[in-house]
């Protein structure tokens, strides 16, 4: 993908065009064997998504951009490699799009051949429909088809993605087996030169939510042409207050803001996500547990809620009261479920906390609590 003239003007950038200049140097130094129409090597595209190593001894420095166990990201590339899909399966806010995105910008230069899973998708959207009113004109034809974003990565040889695999209805999945073992799709509308081919490069990257499991089961054939990847949840507090701040940093860049978080607020954010998902775990039912998923993602949420709530609307500075308001403001969703949960929690946990450690946890306590009783009201 050629780097937009404007891309200073797009609200989000892809990864190929956010990361162009270390996908070019890392090309431009690629020595190794490329599989198909790969961008980069193997080797260049793990470098690309976990970051550089001193002993690759690199002109300059690749920074990490998802954090994860590197065997998970290698089983990765070299399923793409394969004759096989790649499906990445884990809980919400593992980093399985952000996984996939890398993915395909790294060995394709191009992410943006997507369909977002949903109820309503349809098999259209998987392969191809019609410009009606060119129809109308003219019949069908090349022209007035209108190719889905996988068959386009098909006749690209790119990498096509399928976010949320499971939420599609089975007779949509189900269009995809064709795509996956005979890597071509029939146009019977057409008389002449009806089936698009896939050129070599071309594979598919799906997610999938594993708490989705059971609302639209994969069938036998389909998992067959797939490699199943799974997205642990992040649980080492070390990684995980890399992931926050590499993400929010990212997010804030946006707004041209530095982030500067306070390390011990940071703890306290850490530890009172550790505390809530302990807390869900001991819980009996559901109507003891936060409807949230309690993930990394949320956590990330959370703190860019809160810094730009002091930015816009309060101190330069993060302060603890802040974190807590947002916290309780981004995880409480169902009223008055959550309100309770979050309230039992907040008097045992954290009020516990507080009288034991002190600082900043005592205005965290007091930030929490207002929160609380403003949706009491």
Known sequence: MAKSKNSATILRQPAEIKYREELEYL????????????RLSPQMVRTFVLGSTPSQKL?????QKWYGESAIAERAIVTLAS????????????????LA????????????YVVQGTAGTTEDQIKYS????????????????????LMTAMQTGGMGRFEELTRCTSDVQDALISILSEKYISIPELKADNIAFAKPGFNVIATAN???RGVNELSSALKRRFNFVHMPIVTNKKQEKEIILFRTKEL????????????????????????????????SSDDQRLESSLSTAEQIGVLEDAILHSRFFGATALEAGTLARSLVGTLVRRLPEDVSVINQFWHAVVEKRSNEQKGEWEAFLKGGKEAMTGMKN
């Open 27 to 38: 090309a431009s130094i690629d020595k190794g064997a490329k599989p198909f129409s790969w």
């Open 210 to 212: 594993s708490r989705d």
């Open 101 to 112: 995105e890398l993915l395909a910008a790294a060995i394709s230069d191009n992410s943006t």
């Open 130 to 149: 019609w410009n009606v009113a060119m129809v109308i004109a003219a019949g069908q034809s090349h022209e007035s088809l209108i190719p889905s974003p």
């Open 83 to 98: 004759d096989r899909g790649l499906l990445l399966i884990g809980d919400p806010g593992t980093g399985k799009s952000w």
């Open 59 to 63: 002109e300059r420095p690749i920074g």
């Open 252 to 283: 804030m860049s946006r707004h041209g803001i530095e982030v500067e978080v306070p390390p011990t607020l940071l703890d306290v954010l850490l530890q009172t996500f550790a505390d809530l998902r302990e807390t869900s775990a001991a819980a």
